[in-house]
């Protein structure tokens, strides 16, 4: 291994095991299973003809693995996170981010805020 790879691997392990939270995963057609993932959280609101929408967006740094983390993610994949309720999901969206050991990867959940009036 590089000594690039090695201080990428030292990083991650750092963030997990510092900041890392447990990360309810649930592969599309597989079991859940718990995770750890260093998490951060964006909200924003869009408007359109149906009203206005709060689209929240996670962001989890997590091992690039099928035991402890996720290995290759995919659409019908979700998560649950610290603080949700039993039924919470967050929807797969993309990839930010691979390297050999680690993926960034981004999770979105959207609420409806309020109903534009018909005319």
């Not at 890392?20 to 599309?28: A, D, I, L, N, S």
């Not at 689209?55 to 035991?67: F, K, N, P, Q, W």
């Not at 919470?88 to 981004?106: H, M, P």
Request: hydrophobic share 45%; no cysteine.
């Amino acid at each position: 291994m590089t000594l690039a790879g090695t201080i990428a691997d030292d990083l991650r392990d750092v963030l997990l095991s510092d900041f890392g939270e447990t990360v309810v995963y649930f592969p599309r057609g597989g079991m859940a299973r718990a995770i750890t993932a260093a998490l951060t959280r964006m909200a924003d609101l869009a408007t359109d003809e149906q009203g206005t929408r709060l689209v929240e967006t996670a962001r989890l740094l997590v091992r690039r693995d099928a035991a402890a983390g996720i290995a290759e993610p995919q659409l019908g994949d979700a998560v649950r996170l610290p603080g949700d309720g039993e039924d919470a999901r967050w929807d797969f969206s993309g990839v930010v981010s691979r390297d050999s050991a680690s993926l960034v990867v981004e999770f979105r959940r959207t609420t409806l805020q309020r109903v534009r009036p018909r005319k």
